[in-house]
């Protein structure tokens, strides 16, 4: 993508490249392609039994991206940038393993498998463009006992994600962020479902989408919150910004409680830039333009100022002031 | 340097004001009084370019060119500043940036050079001294969380940044405490220049206390209808308003 260049030294940097076998390792860490780690291991069978990834994670012969394994208690001391090439994935952390990975470019549709053992840490920052053709995603997380899982997906134009999140241990949290920029005539679509399938765990869902032009957008959360998952937080919020009077915004929140003591809350909100704020910096001697890129940067900077990684967050941050809204 | 001459106003097709006339000359101090719903707001609101007022008849000359023309930011870098009655908040917008950004687009119109960061967060730290605005403020985003006095300090901040030509203060004293209103009254006398120029708008005589006026006129009914020296905000705040409305 444009503009997202980080320092060689801030990062390690793995292209998913469908064209040749691909592997890498670092600290123990294995990031490769289906071509790469049959070569390395022989078959992918193999290499899901060196990991000890349950067979009912994956079927092997479904990963045909890259697959990211991260060992017991095994911690990268660098963010990992994953090149896409579409395809299935799979990010598999096992107990006590940390993660810090910025996915981007999958022109494509992409589909990843996510497995977070006991006490094991993702943190995933997902930077998609859509063409004329619609960039698909779909994330499917399983997360055992106080594992964390936190994803930014950050898009432009016409995507569609899906992310299925099962908070299957006791403990586990899990925070989405999405911010999505459409204009023109795009569409971007964003639908959550959450699963508390056990107690004291946490769910914490931000969409923003920011539309110009004609564009639309459709965000559906979804919490299920199942009878045993007592002592349950889940928040969601959909907060959107409509640039301009023919831009379409659906909301669609959905919870279902089988449980009586939980903390849960929804809330949407559809909005302009507020022109209040735009006279006062006008005020000051800031152009209009400006001044409505200042406070949508700061909208958009608001579900961004948490991710755990300040080179990714830097870089992100830096790719958003090029972009050029309207 | 200000010249406003007939100017009629209305909002929504409501007529708010009705042929105000106003002369504003370098290094003066005009205070503007009057009841509520006069219009003194909506004529600040005309001079500073705020949308959805419509001029329908006068004139605004300013530093002998036509200010109506120009957009809100343009007025801005001409030099006119609005001390807002409600200041904005803007969650995630710092001070600090907010200010960096408006002072070099001022000094960008005026072909002065842009400060650098260093130069930049001195003038901050001495203005913010000057108006006895808390410096943990500046690095907070503009106004969130800020207690309406800090809010009417950060717009006096703000004024000591720009150092405009004409600065108009919407009641600024409304809502602070009497200290608080010392320090912003003392900190706009101090940023009073030979070439500049400020009007104060107020329900009460007390801001006129410290920044003391040249002259000052009485609006109602979207008109002024009484202009006199310093003396007459004392009558008016011993004899209220009744009596000159009325005559």
């Avoid at chain 1, 999140?165 to 403990?171: E, H, I, R, S």
């Avoid at chain 2, 001195?122 to 943990?136: D, N, T």
Wanted: include cysteine; proline fraction near 3%; aromatic fraction near 6%.
């Amino acid at each position: 993508m444009n503009g997202l260049s980080i320092p060689e030294q801030d990062v390690y940097r793995f292209v998913a490249d469908a064209t040749k076998a691909v592997y890498e390792e670092w600290n123990g860490i294995v990031a490769g392609n289906r071509a790469g780690i049959v070569e390395k291991f022989g078959s992918m069978e193999i290499f899901l039994r060196h990991c000890r990834i349950h067979a009912s994670v994956t079927d092997a012969a479904s990963i045909n991206g890259f697959m990211l394994y991260v060992p017991c208690g095994k911690h990268s001391d660098k963010p990992l940038l994953i090149r896409s090439s579409g395809g299935n994935n799979l990010i598999y952390i096992a107990s006590g393993g940390v993660a810090d990975v910025l996915v981007y470019d999958s022109n494509e549709e992409d589909a990843t498998t996510i497995r977070l053992d006991e006490a094991a840490s993702l943190h995933m920052v997902r930077l998609q463009q859509g063409g004329q053709k619609s960039v698909s995603t779909h994330i499917k997380a399983w997360q055992a006992s106080s594992s964390r899982m936190s994803v930014h997906c950050v898009t432009f134009g016409n995507v569609r994600n899906t992310l299925d999140a099962t908070l299957a241990g006791k403990d586990a949290e899990h925070v989405v962020r999405g911010l999505t920029f459409t204009k023109e005539a795009e569409h971007a679509a964003n639908h959550v479902d959450i699963t508390h399938a056990s107690p004291e765990c946490s769910s914490n869902q931000l969409f923003r989408h920011i539309l110009s032009g004609t564009s639309t957008g459709d965000f559906t959360g979804r919490i299920v919150v199942s009878a045993n998952a007592q002592k349950t937080t889940a928040y969601q919020r959909s907060s959107n910004i409509l640039l301009h009077p023919e831009t379409k915004m659906n909301i669609t929140p959905q919870l279902e409680i089988y449980a009586d003591d939980v903390k849960c809350s929804h809330g949407a909100t559809v909005g302009q830039l507020d022109a209040e704020a735009v006279f006062y910096l006008r005020s000051r001697g800031i152009g209009e333009a400006e001044a409505r890129k200042i406070l949508l940067q700061a909208l958009a900077e608001e579900l961004l100022k948490d991710i755990a990684s300040p080179a990714v967050k830097q870089r992100i941050l830096q790719h958003l002031q090029i972009m050029k809204y309207k | 340097m200000l010249s406003i001459r007939n100017l009629h106003t209305s909002v929504y097709g409501n007529k708010i004001l009705k042929g105000v006339n106003l002369e504003v000359k370098a290094g003066e101090v005009h205070a503007i009084m009057g009841p509520n719903g006069a219009g003194k707001s909506t004529l600040a609101a005309v001079l500073t370019g705020r949308s959805g007022y419509e001029v329908t008849q006068g004139e605004v000359f300013f530093e002998g060119t036509d200010l109506l023309q120009f957009s809100p930011e343009e007025r801005a870098r001409k030099g006119v500043f609005l001390s807002f009655q409600y200041p904005v908040e803007i969650p995630g917008v710092s001070m600090a940036n907010f200010m960096k950004i408006a002072v070099n687009e001022q000094r960008k119109y005026r072909n002065l050079p842009l400060l650098t960061a260093s130069e930049f967060l001195k003038r901050m730290r001495e203005k913010a001294e000057l108006v006895g605005l808390e410096s943990s403020l500046i690095n907070r985003s503009v106004n969130e969380g800020f207690s309406g006095g800090e809010k009417k300090r950060n717009e006096i901040f703000q004024m000591a940044m720009l150092e405009p030509t004409l600065a108009i203060l919407d009641e600024t004293d409304s809502g602070l405490d009497i200290d608080a209103l010392r320090i912003v009254a003392n900190g706009v006398t101090m940023l009073k220049r030979p070439d500049s120029a400020t009007i104060v708008i107020t329900h009460y005589q007390r801001l006129l206390d410290y920044i003391v006026p040249d002259v000052v006129h009485v609006m109602a009914d979207g008109c002024i209808i009484k202009s006199a020296g310093k003396e007459l905000a004392l009558e008016l705040e011993s004899k209220g308003y009744e009596w000159l409305v009325n005559s």
